[in-house]
Antibody
Framework: QVQLVQSGAEVKKPGSSVRVSCKSS????????VTWVRQAPGQGLEWVGR????????VYAQKLQGRVTLTADKSTTTAYLEVSSLRSEDTAVYYC????????WGQGTLVTVSS | QSALTQPPSASGSPGQSVTISCTGT?????????VSWYQQHPGTAPRLMIY???KRPSGVPDRFSGSKSGNTASLTVSGLQAEDEAYYYC??????????FGVGTKLTVL
């Protein structure tokens, strides 16, 4: 069983950056993929990217390439998502999920981008 | 990568069966054994219902089943129950470590 606990809601100005954390309580943190998915208000799921904490190589959705950075800290079993140059269309609930089949999900973090 | 195509809505009466389709291309659904289905109730995180086209995680009722033919995957819910009313999303591996989701289908239990 893996539990993923995400950081709290954020309100950001356009052009700024946001970092969302996802702490795993399960074992073998370094050996399974952490995937990030976002969901804009009233919209469907959008795959953002994923990272295998060891060796820490990320893969990003083409749409967000250059503005999204995924990292992971094995010592604290925490994965991070950073989105830069925020736009209003980045307003969404951001989820982390574990494994290639996304069996376990975090509770979601609402990021609101507003001037 | 374009989102996979799903019907916007589906419905059925309690006890009936309903099938939701998920259409992609030969670059994703058509050549992938990694098709998954997720259930999402309003205000909650998605829940994995089917993975690798036909497999059910522990705890998912056997009323839920998956299949695939060509570029289209399908989720069938048999013996519909009120709690099955939710949004359903498919996803598929699309090559180069990329995953694509479907646009989602709202399932209504009449």
């Amino acid at each position: 069983q893996v539990q993923l606990v995400q950081s709290g809601a954020e309100v950001k100005k356009p052009g700024s950056s946001v970092r969302v954390s996802c702490k795993s309580s399960g074992d073998f943190f370094g050996s399974y993929t952490v995937t990030w998915v976002r969901q804009a208000p009233g919209q469907g799921l959008e795959w953002v990217g994923r990272i295998i904490p060891i060796p820490g190589i990320p893969v990003y959705a083409q749409k967000l390439q250059g503005r999204v950075t995924l990292t992971a800290d094995k010592s604290t079993t925490t994965a991070y998502l950073e989105v830069s140059s925020l736009r209003s269309e980045d307003t969404a609930v951001y989820y982390c999920a574990s494994g290639d089949i996304l069996k376990y999900w975090g509770q979601g973090t609402l990021v609101t981008v507003s001037s | 990568q374009s989102a996979l195509t799903q019907p916007p809505s589906a419905s059925g009466s309690p006890g009936q069966s309903v099938t939701i389709s998920c259409t992609g291309t030969s670059s994703d659904v058509g050549t992938s054994n990694y098709v998954s289905w997720y259930q999402q109730h309003p205000g909650t995180a998605p829940r994995l219902m089917i993975y690798e086209v036909t497999k059910r995680p522990s705890g998912v009722p056997d009323r839920f089943s998956g299949s695939k033919s060509g570029n289209t995957a399908s989720l069938t819910v048999s013996g519909l129950q009120a709690e099955d009313e939710a949004y359903y999303y498919c996803s598929s591996y699309a090559g180069n470590d990329i995953v694509v989701f479907g646009v989602g289908t709202k399932l209504t239990v009449l």
